[in-house]
């Protein structure tokens, strides 16, 4: 691991990857900022460490330099205790966001109370970008180029960063809501034993599903994004589609320790007074979903489920469900439930 050096007053010339500004906490209302020589892991690829910003004790974020996407993508970790001062690995827990989340990589921190839940378990924290609705994909792009290629920046360029430069050990476990849910079981079947566990809270675990291809491309459309960039026509292209599809790949995910949830729809207890059912998006996520939980019944690969009934398609279920979700996270990746 990459030994941590005091912090200094002025930036650090002539090294191999120039200064970085990193914000520390100075009152309620600004930040002092020094500088600090920029770490010199480098991902295979060439994908570097660009910007690096202390948020507060727990939080950094990184801007890198991904040949991945051809732009700058961002992460953000919550740093697990000792951080700082121990030389040494921890487990590592992906939290994956939604599609069109103005809040990007910062959303899990903004919408709930990831921070707080996570200050006292041995585990590093990371909240990847996915873009204004990246996929968590390759993107096909007709035939042409695969950039942006979300995938890699995820499962290859971070991770390699982080295990070179930021005490990311090799036990992992990955969680997201929404079409995150869908990423974290596309990575883990995609990456057969990369992921010792993965949890989707209201995801699309079914792609192909009656209705699910037309709600992707809802979304794509509302972000200004071609559909068919993606992964091309559900069917002229069906094996791009099956390729990334969880529910035709549940057997490379034997062994995975799964959590699956969704509610219906319906008024739950987490919803704002006078909120109206969701008549869409949360039971397309219970449809494809429960058929995907059914599949990996039929083969006989144990998944935990919570289909709990009346609640919309918002974070505070999300919140709810990473907490219920974390005693089969915890065995994945060998911390106490």
């Given at each position: 691991?990459?030994?941590?050096?005091?912090?200094?007053?002025?930036?650090?010339?002539?090294v191999?990857?120039?200064?970085?500004?990193?914000?520390?906490?100075?009152?309620?209302?600004?930040?002092?900022?020094?500088?600090?020589?920029?770490?010199?892991?480098v991902?295979?690829?060439?994908?570097?460490?660009?910007?690096?910003?202390?948020?507060?004790?727990?939080?950094?974020?990184?801007?890198?330099?991904?040949?991945?996407?051809?732009?700058?993508?961002?992460?953000?970790?919550?740093?697990?205790?000792?951080?700082?001062?121990?030389?040494?690995?921890?487990?590592?827990l992906?939290?994956?966001?939604?599609?069109?989340?103005?809040?990007?990589?910062?959303?899990w921190?903004?919408?709930?109370?990831?921070?707080?839940?996570t200050?006292?378990?041995?585990?590093?924290v990371?909240?990847?970008?996915?873009?204004?609705?990246?996929?968590?994909?390759?993107?096909?792009?007709?035939?042409?180029?695969?950039?942006?290629?979300?995938?890699?920046?995820?499962?290859?360029?971070?991770?390699?960063?982080?295990?070179?430069?930021?005490?990311?050990?090799?036990?992992?476990?990955?969680?997201?809501?929404?079409?995150?849910?869908?990423?974290?079981?596309?990575?883990?079947?995609?990456?057969?034993?990369?992921?010792?566990?993965?949890?989707?809270?209201?995801?699309?675990?079914?792609?192909?599903?009656?209705?699910?291809?037309?709600?992707?491309?809802?979304?794509?459309?509302?972000?200004?994004?071609?559909?068919?960039?993606?992964?091309?026509?559900?069917?002229?292209?069906?094996?791009?589609?099956?390729?990334?599809?969880?529910?035709?790949?549940?057997?490379?995910?034997?062994?995975?320790?799964?959590?699956?949830?969704?509610?219906?729809?319906?008024?739950?207890?987490?919803?704002?007074?006078?909120?109206?059912?969701?008549?869409?998006?949360?039971?397309?996520?219970?449809l494809?979903?429960?058929?995907?939980?059914?599949?990996?019944?039929?083969?006989?690969?144990?998944?935990?489920?919570?289909?709990?009934g009346?609640?919309?398609?918002?974070?505070?279920?999300?919140?709810?469900?990473?907490?219920?979700?974390?005693?089969v996270?915890?065995?994945?990746?060998?911390?106490?439930?």
């Amino acid at each position: 691991m990459l030994r941590r050096s005091k912090w200094v007053a002025a930036v650090c010339a002539a090294v191999v990857a120039a200064a970085v500004v990193v914000a520390l906490p100075n009152g309620p209302a600004e930040a002092q900022a020094v500088s600090r020589a920029r770490t010199t892991a480098v991902a295979d690829d060439g994908a570097r460490i660009a910007e690096e910003i202390r948020v507060d004790e727990r939080t950094l974020d990184l801007r890198i330099t991904s040949p991945a996407l051809g732009t700058s993508g961002w992460v953000r970790l919550l740093l697990p205790r000792g951080w700082d001062t121990q030389s040494r690995t921890w487990p590592v827990l992906y939290l994956l966001h939604g599609a069109g989340e103005v809040q990007d990589y910062k959303s899990w921190t903004a919408f709930t109370d990831a921070a707080a839940f996570t200050a006292d378990k041995d585990v590093l924290v990371v909240l990847p970008s996915d873009g204004k609705a990246g996929m968590y994909s390759a993107w096909w792009n007709f035939g042409g180029s695969t950039k942006p290629d979300w995938e890699t920046f995820h499962v290859t360029e971070i991770r390699q960063l982080l295990e070179r430069g930021y005490g990311a050990g090799t036990v992992r476990a990955v969680a997201g809501l929404s079409i995150g849910g869908y990423g974290a079981m596309a990575y883990a079947f995609r990456h057969p034993g990369m992921f010792k566990a993965a949890a989707s809270y209201s995801g699309v675990l079914n792609t192909t599903i009656y209705g699910v291809p037309n709600f992707i491309q809802m979304i794509l459309m509302r972000e200004g994004l071609n559909f068919y960039s993606l992964w091309g026509n559900e069917w002229m292209q069906r094996g791009i589609w099956t390729a990334h599809n969880p529910y035709d790949n549940v057997e490379k995910l034997r062994g995975t320790k799964l959590y699956v949830s969704s509610g219906d729809g319906g008024t739950g207890p987490l919803d704002p007074p006078g909120n109206s059912p969701d008549l869409m998006i949360e039971p397309l996520a219970k449809l494809s979903s429960s058929a995907f939980t059914d599949k990996l019944k039929q083969v006989g690969i144990p998944v935990t489920t919570n289909y709990y009934g009346g609640g919309s398609h918002i974070w505070p279920y999300w919140q709810r469900e990473l907490k219920a979700s974390w005693p089969v996270l915890a065995a994945g990746l060998g911390l106490p439930a």
